[in-house]
């Protein structure tokens, strides 16, 4: 396995870094939608804020193959993922809701992240790609035409990257078969973990906007085995032009 470049990854978020956060003059268009959902993106907003322990981490660890271009490029990541804490507040807004200051969830995720070496913290991130990626897609697909839909679809596009990011890292540790096992067992328990949490804490607006659960369930569970494959099997030849993950 060769040594991934993470200095390719620092530049590819570096220029993405400028992007201004869309303002508040943008139309309110989405204001009928049912509360819940507006909580349910109040939730998403505070799960994307903080984040600095993990780069802490990085710039101190120690791992094969993290060096200080992989601490850059997650410190530039985890100020894209404070961004995102920025554009969902504003869709928040447009909805008429409030931003909260703590969830279950949320302080779960936390907590559980703060226990964590920074192998396991990248996992449990990867879990909140998959859900975000899925979840806000199947969002927009249901909310009318607008800022709130093309902010979501937006927030769609950036974690499919940071996907790929986490799953560059962890593939980068888990050389050999007993490793890739390993790997597994801990990404499926912790995937179905997250999962079974954000179905709880999520069903209503999952019910108030026409989404089964069977219907989220299926599509974390794909992306969750998409995630586990570009770990173990990686495509032989794949670079950030190429990447392209399917939505449908």
Known sequence: MGQINWLEW?????????????????????????????????????????????????????????????????DLFVREENRHANVLALCVRLLGGELIRKNWTARLFVFTRRLMGLRLKVIVLLAAEVVGICYY??????????????????????????????????????????????????WRSVMFAAAIAVMIDHRAAMHDMGLSRLTVWRRWMRYSRLAERLVVQPPAICTLRQLELPLA
């Open 137 to 186: 897609h199947l969002l927009a697909t249901r909310i009318p035409p607008g800022s709130v839909q093309d902010w979501l679809n937006e927030l769609v596009a950036d974690e499919k990257s940071h996907l790929y990011f986490h799953c560059r890292f962890l593939q980068s540790q888990t050389p050999g078969r007993w490793r890739q096992w390993v790997f597994v067992a801990v």
């Open 10 to 74: 620092r530049d590819f978020f570096s220029r993405r870094k400028g992007r201004p956060v869309p303002g508040l003059h943008a139309k309110r268009d989405a204001l009928r939608l049912p509360p819940s959902v507006a909580r349910s993106l109040a939730i998403f907003q505070l799960g994307e804020s903080g984040g600095g322990t993990v780069v802490e981490q990085a710039r101190k660890s120690r791992l094969p193959g993290v060096d200080a271009h992989y601490a850059e490029a997650m």
